[in-house]
Nanobody
Framework: QVALVESGGGSVQAGGSLRLSCAAS????????MGWFRQAPGQEREGVAG?????????YYADSVKGRFTISRDNTKNTLYLQMNSLKPEDTAMYYC??????????????????????WGQGTQVTVSS
């Protein structure tokens, strides 16, 4: 059974940094494209970043986080990361990691489409104060 557990959220001031982690289990982690999504209160869930299957896999970012956030994965540890720098109050949201399915090849803005992902974590809260 696929399980995704996020950690690393918290409260920071604008301009600060956080590193989110997502520990995966129950499947062949390296075979799945992975993504980070976020949802603020009263808003729809939006794609933040996605990464291909390989250790140095291709990545894709939402324009709102490009240049500030970095997605990465360690296939030896079955862990996905999101390094978030220069945080802004508008980054405040619940952040979720998601796994696609084996053999599904994602590229471009498909990485940011929630319907490309079959498995979801419970989320970790990020709050950025001004």
């Amino acid at each position: 059974q696929v399980a995704l557990v996020e950690s690393g959220g918290g409260s920071v001031q604008a301009g600060g940094s956080l590193r989110l982690s997502c520990a995966a289990s129950g499947y062949t982690y390296s075979s799945y494209c992975m993504g980070w999504f976020r949802q603020a209160p009263g808003q729809e869930r939006e794609g933040v970043a996605g990464i291909d299957t390989g250790g140095g896999g291709s990545t894709y970012y939402a324009d709102s986080v490009k240049g500030r956030f970095t997605i990465s994965r360690d296939n030896t540890k079955n862990t996905l990361y999101l390094q978030m720098n220069s945080l802004k109050p508008e980054d405040t949201a619940m952040y979720y990691c998601a796994a696609s399915s084996p053999g599904r090849w994602l590229y471009g803005d498909r990485f940011l489409n929630e319907y490309e992902y079959n498995y979801w974590g419970q989320g970790t809260q990020v709050t950025v104060s001004s």
